[in-house]
């Protein structure tokens, strides 16, 4: 079986990256075959798994632009079984310059429709917006996990992005799920991070995960040092959560 899934929700700063980077560490060091797709011009996944940006040849704009064949911008990390196509600034041009192509919101499945057999897993980790890039990550993928920061307001804006994936639904890709809504950075002194937990449950039910992640100060360590939190610190609590997670995500396979 292989699946694709997009990490995705247009608010900035949410765990999106840390969630893509850490699950797919995770689900490669539990013997999946993962493939990372940085869809993101910050290029934070592609820093994150160690990968200097300035050392690379081929990235996600060449594949949606160019239309190089996928295997050529595919790079290995210090992970086995963990596999990345890096994104560079380069990207930034991307959402002007697929304006005028044609089908060019299905770039990105037509690319991964190549490779897809070689995975498991391929998790794209989307930008802060619903633009373009965002809308090839919904329409590539079999389904999205959404996370969401444990703090006030953490539920604007959700309805754009729910309205977003359904509209994907509808016009592009009949077969997109939810997958699972993923509570992040939550900081367990505060009555403010139950209230967002219980309001997020009501709202999405079985859909939220079981494991919650906490604020791990070893998780924002660990991009600094261009390693997973797995690699960083295989006995923090933010590895814990995040193995946690991967086995959450295994069990709905
Ligand atoms: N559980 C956590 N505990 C502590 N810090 C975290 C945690 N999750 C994420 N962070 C930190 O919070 C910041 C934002 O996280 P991250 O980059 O994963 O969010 P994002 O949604 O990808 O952001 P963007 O929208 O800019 O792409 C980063 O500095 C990250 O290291
Ligand atoms: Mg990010």
């Known amino acids: 079986m292989s699946k694709i899934i997009a990490i995705a929700n247009q608010k900035g700063g949410v ?32 820093s994150g798994v160690g990968i200097n940006k300035a050392d690379v040849e081929n990235c996600i704009y060449n594949i949606l632009i160019d239309d190089i064949p996928p295997h050529d911008a595919i790079l290995e990390t210090k992970i086995d079984g963990l596999n990345i196509i890096p994104a560079t600034i380069q990207l930034a041009g991307a959402e002007i310059e697929l304006v005028s192509t044609i089908s060019r919101e299905l770039r990105l499945k037509k690319a991964l429709g190549i490779v897809k057999q070689n995975y498991d897993y391929i998790i794209i980790d989307c930008p802060p917006s619903l633009g373009i890039l965002t809308i090839n990550s919904l329409t590539a993928a079999d389904s999205v996990i959404i996370p969401i920061q444990c703090e006030y307001y953490a539920l604007e804006g959700l309805s754009q992005l729910l309205n977003t994936v359904r509209l994907v639904q509808k016009n ?68 814990e959560v995040y193995y946690e997670l991967a086995k959450e995500v295994l069990s709905y396979e």
Not at 21 to 39: E, H, Q, S, W
Not at 183 to 201: C, F, H, P, S
């Open 15 to 46: 765990g999106k990256t840390t969630t893509s980077v850490n699950l797919g560490a995770g689900l490669a060091t539990l013997g999946k075959r993962v493939l990372l797709v940085d869809i993101d011009p910050q290029g934070n996944t592609t």
């Open 172 to 239: 592009l890709n009949p077969h997109l799920q939810i997958e699972g809504v993923l509570l992040t950075m939550l900081d367990a002194r505060t009555n403010l991070g139950i209230q967002v937990i219980e309001e997020v449950k009501k709202y999405f039910q079985e859909k939220v995960y079981r494991t919650i992640i906490p604020r791990n100060i070893r998780l924002s360590e660990a991009p600094s040092h261009g390693q997973s939190i797995i690699t960083y610190d295989r006995r923090s609590k933010g590895a």
